[in-house]
């Protein structure tokens, strides 16, 4: 019990003193440019607003989809050594499949296609 409180203090006296240094050692120059609010180098005049192809959202979910099968997919090594190694392969198999169609047809209806 003692251990773990020594812990503990030392922690957060570690965090107190990074998070002191941050607030003190840093030196601020503000100037106009260092203000405005649009820090990114995009002019703070014009309309904030510009338009995003509907592509660019199709891959990023198409992005997100396959990166959760790989994720779904991860635990299949040991599936096959839990459970009968039949099972999870033809399950994994069918998902891949069902995945790969999905993927042809986005590629035939030019769905990946950054051109118009």
Same mark, same amino acid.
């Given at each position: 019990?003692?251990?773990?409180?020594?812990?503990?203090?030392?922690?957060?006296?570690?965090?107190?003193?990074?998070?002191?240094?941050?607030? +003190?050692?840093?030196?601020?120059?503000?100037?106009?440019?260092?203000?405005?609010?649009?820090?990114?180098?995009?002019? &703070?005049?014009?309309?904030?607003?510009?338009?995003?192809?509907?592509?660019?959202?199709?891959?990023?979910?198409?992005?997100?989809?396959?990166?959760?099968? +790989?994720?779904?997919?991860?635990?299949? &090594?040991?599936?096959?050594?839990?459970?009968?190694?039949?099972? &999870?392969?033809?399950?994994?198999?069918?998902?891949?499949?069902?995945?790969?169609?999905?993927?042809?047809?986005?590629?035939?209806?030019?769905?990946?296609?950054?051109?118009?």
């Amino acid at each position: 019990m003692f251990n773990l409180t020594i812990v503990f203090l030392t922690v957060i006296l570690v965090a107190a003193i990074i998070t002191a240094a941050a607030h +003190i050692l840093p030196q601020r120059n503000v100037n106009a440019e260092k203000s405005s609010p649009y820090e990114c180098g995009s002019d &703070p005049l014009n309309s904030a607003r510009i338009p995003f192809s509907f592509r660019f959202f199709l891959v990023a979910i198409l992005f997100l989809l396959f990166d959760l099968e +790989i994720a779904l997919l991860f635990p299949l &090594p040991t599936a096959i050594f839990v459970f009968n190694p039949i099972t &999870p392969t033809v399950l994994t198999l069918l998902f891949t499949v069902i995945l790969l169609v999905g993927l042809i047809f986005e590629w035939i209806n030019g769905g990946l296609d950054w051109a118009e």
